[in-house]
């Protein structure tokens, strides 16, 4: 069920697309572990049906964690993320796990080394290793292919067992295994045939101010727009025209206000079930060179607070126009930096966009009136 439940967070959140072999991967690969779980021997009337329950809320919570955890790798280290998310569950089950051995002190004591080396094996071993690796993994691959190899355990766990004598080969389990070999090779399978290259352009404008210079050359291209993007319009447009191109038009509005009224952002979840997008060409002008997009942006509003006071007596209020002194000159020196991710060159900038203040009046307290 993980492989399942995560491909359904990551295609809701919009952080994967749909595509006809992922789905029939999923579909082949989740009936051999129901064949294998003996679901057709399900009895909700029993009192194991309540742990089933449990079971699925997990199966849910850890799908969700594998899609939240890919966003997280794009930023941090697959090493430096297992060492946090270690570092707090340990933090967290430290009082109910001290609770259980100070109650339990005595048979603690009385085990045998074989349990011993079963607990280091599974701490070790089946946790800090498993989620250090599925991390890594995560750095390279959707969320979705890493939860869908869990579809593998129950094949190496039967195999183990039928090698060590503790079960035999059945009907049952070569089938299920067979089933989930073939989905989780229908998961590589890469639909490069389908694959598209997107054009990207807004067609809206940036709003005319008052103090705007008008072109008036006869040897340019003069209006609204020609060169932020019409002009990058007129090549997709020419382009797509073409019938044996490999391209996809995305056309979009409000690029050139707020970010939540983004047109593109509407776009989004349409684009990643409908197209199999390699890469994006984004038409903006940037003077015939090549450039590269941004990995990611992050808006924040900062709001400063001060006390208000009549401008001939400042020392009585607190005024936030001169705290915003030192942020400026934070984000003056802070224009530009460069990184390298995988051998490519990236820009990181932080800038303000817009400053605005107002006043806000709060009623008077009992205790003030």
Known sequence: MIPVITFLFAWILGREGLNRYKSLSLVVAMSGALILMEIDKLDISSDLFVGDVFIFINFTCFGLFLVLSKSMIEKHSSLGLSVLVMSIGALLLIPVAGYGIYNNWESWLNLSWWIYFAAFYSIFFATVITYS???????????SKVA?????????????????????????LILSSFLIMLGLLLSTVETKSNSKVALVGHVDTVPIVDDQERLSDSEKISGRGAVDMKSGIA??????LDEKSNEVGIFYTAEEGPIKENGLEILMPTLLSEFNIEFAIIMEPTNLECQLGCLGTLNAELIINGKSSHSARPWIGDNPILKMNELLEFLKENEVKEHKIEGLDFKEVISATKIKGCLLYTSPSPRDS
């Open 133 to 143: 690796l599925n991390y890594y993994a995560m750095e390279y691959v959707d969320s």
């Open 148 to 172: 869908l190899f869990i579809f593998f355990q129950p094949v190496v766990a039967g195999t183990l067992s039928v090698a060590i004598g503790k079960d035999e080969i059945t009907t049952r």
């Open 235 to 240: 090549v997709m447009i020419n382009t797509l």
